[in-house]
């Protein structure tokens, strides 16, 4: 997962800010996703994206917004950051085609608390 | 409903023994079933893939099943090392990049 960089890896805010959360490829990969992890609960995707000019919601995107830069860059936003949005959140990439048979490939995460 | 469901939550065995990590789904229509690793602060990381035709699915001391039928799978370790502490997460899908369902993961611990 050095292929995959996310910072910053802990961050501490309040509530009402905007936080940014960013993340780094060099695999090539055009296929990338936000996910959040709580505990007791499976990762949940946030929002995805499989090239440059696409941008979907995933399963949760209320309260969140992302950007796609470049190829290699894919940025989360909170634009009002809430307690609830307290979590883990991974970035993901993968190959394009095949579907879901190309393996994810996860950054190390953000651990993001809001207070 | 889509789920995947994951027992036991947390299981701790002695460094050396077997453990067998269990794993069921409901999700339909199904395409392939992943079982990633993942290490405390680390992203996970693909152990096995298997798709409806395969029953089982082998990653050196780790093994997976799948029956398609039952839509049941189990990860099985063998001689098991400290570093296999971990949480291992079963993640099916419907045939989408952006359609997985995650199970909440089994939290192992290997004691010495």
């Known amino acids: 997962d050095a292929d995959v960089t996310q910072t910053p890896r802990n961050r501490i805010t309040k509530t009402g800010k905007r936080i940014m959360l960013e993340c780094s490829q060099t695999k090539g990969h055009d296929r990338m996703y936000w996910y959040r992890q709580d505990p007791g609960l499976g990762l949940r995707l946030i929002y995805y994206s499989f090239d440059v000019k696409d941008i979907n919601k995933g399963e949760i995107s209320d309260g969140y917004s992302v950007s796609r830069q470049a190829q290699a860059k894919f940025s989360l936003s909170l634009e009002s950051a809430i307690p609830n949005q307290t979590a883990l959140y991974f970035c993901?990439?993968?190959?394009?085609?095949?579907?879901?048979?190309?393996?994810?490939?996860f950054g190390p995460g953000t651990r993001l608390t809001v207070l | 409903k889509n789920q995947v469901e994951q027992s036991p939550q947390s299981l701790i065995i002695l460094e050396g023994k077997n453990c067998t990590l269990q794993?069921?789904?409901?999700?339909?229509?199904?395409?392939?079933l992943r079982w990633y690793k993942q290490d405390t602060g680390r992203g996970p990381v693909s152990l096995t893939i298997?798709?409806?035709?395969?029953n089982t699915k082998s990653n050196g001391r780790y093994t997976a099943t799948l029956d398609a039928d039952t839509k049941q799978s189990s990860l099985h370790i063998t001689a098991s090392q400290l570093s296999d502490s971990a949480s291992y997460i079963c993640?099916?899908?419907?045939?989408?990049?952006?359609?997985?369902?995650f199970g909440t993961g089994t939290r192992l611990t290997v004691i010495p």
């Open positions: 298997m798709t409806f035709s395969e």
């Open positions: 794993c069921n789904y409901t999700v339909s229509p199904f395409s392939n």
């Open positions: 993901a990439t993968s190959e394009q085609g095949r579907g879901a048979d190309n393996e994810q490939f």
């Open positions: 993640v099916v899908s419907r045939g989408w990049a952006n359609n997985l369902f």
